[in-house]
């Protein structure tokens, strides 16, 4: 059976689901979105990913064409359609289809924002990468510079992917100026005796909302934080690290750039910590 997709105001199949060729999003990434995961059939943290949207939307100065509660009305009506119970719903906000292609910004009366939704359904829980730990490579990282607005100009983040298949690894983390920023679609952590370390907030990384719970529900467990810089050769000398996203939740990372952390396999904090925040947001989906 055909999945029904949310295009401007209609839930239709998914073969007929279509945006103009003059649409910003299309012609410019002149489009933001978020990915909220679906377990039990229930949304995880939506009320995260909704203000991380409008924010992005405030910093592009692009309107919104429905409120957060009708958002959330909309998710809610996807995942009962398409029987998810496991999975992601993705969105995306676009500025519009304008009569020309224009650099230009359109009107925002004339030209009204296209909002697109659509889910997946997939097994989140039990996942190989969480089970063996992925590896890693360092890359340059070479994208714009407001990686805190989340944008879908996601060409470097796909080719990091692809440098990291070449290399026989699974995911890239991204260096610039001898420090990490971030995974291509996670962020990143690593774990040096009882210490985890992340990179602080800013406009280098993207603001995750999965990170912002594992921060929390790690403080709540006593568990120490910096939020500052490191290197790649710090990284490869930690106990352990890993990586955090929606629709990944906490990963293990078991090597970088081909050399071992620890005894190779995924490190105890990583672990508990994805169990803590499946639990945690399990009992708060909507
Ligand atoms: N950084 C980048 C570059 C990402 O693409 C993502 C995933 N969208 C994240 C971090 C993690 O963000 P979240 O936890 O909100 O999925």
Redesign the pocket.
């Known amino acids: 059976m055909s999945r029904t997709v949310y295009v401007n105001g209609a839930y239709v199949p998914e073969e007929e689901a279509r945006v103009s060729v003059f649409d910003r999003g299309f012609l410019f990434a002149d489009g933001v979105y978020e990915?909220t995961s679906v377990l039990d059939g229930k949304l995880l943290d939506f009320h995260?990913?909704a203000a991380?949207l409008e924010r992005s939307l405030r910093e592009l100065d692009m309107a919104s064409p429905v409120t957060m509660d009708e958002l959330l009305a909309i998710h809610r009506e996807l995942v009962e359609r398409n029987g998810v119970t496991e999975g992601m719903v993705y969105l995306q906000i676009t500025r519009g289809a304008a009569a020309d292609r224009d650099f230009v910004f359109p009107d925002p009366d004339k030209t009204p924002s296209t909002l697109v939704l659509f889910t997946q359904s997939k097994g989140l829980i039990d996942s190989a990468a969480a089970r063996t730990g992925i590896r890693v490579i360092s890359i340059d990282d070479i994208r714009w510079g407001r990686?805190d607005i989340?944008t879908v100009q996601?060409l470097y983040?796909s080719m990091g992917k692809m440098m990291a298949k070449k290399a026989g690894a699974d995911d890239a983390w991204m260096v610039e100026d001898g420090v990490v920023t971030?995974?291509?679609?996670?962020?990143a952590y690593i774990v040096k005796g009882n210490k985890i370390i992340t990179r602080h907030l800013g406009t280098e990384?993207?603001?995750?909302?999965?990170?912002a719970a594992v921060l929390k529900f790690a403080r709540e467990s006593q568990m120490e934080i910096e939020e500052r810089p490191f290197t790649i050769e710090e990284a490869k000398a930690a106990d352990e690290a890993f990586v955090?996203?929606?629709?990944t939740f906490v990963t293990p990372v078991v090597a970088i750039d081909g050399v071992s952390l620890g005894d190779g396999t995924p490190g105890a904090v990583a672990r508990r910590l994805r169990e803590i925040y499946i639990d945690e947001s399990r009992k708060a989906a909507i």
Do not use: F, M, Y
């Open positions: 990915v995260g990913h991380r990686r989340k996601l983040p971030e995974g291509t679609s996670n962020n990384i993207l603001h995750g909302i999965t990170r955090t996203s929606a629709s």
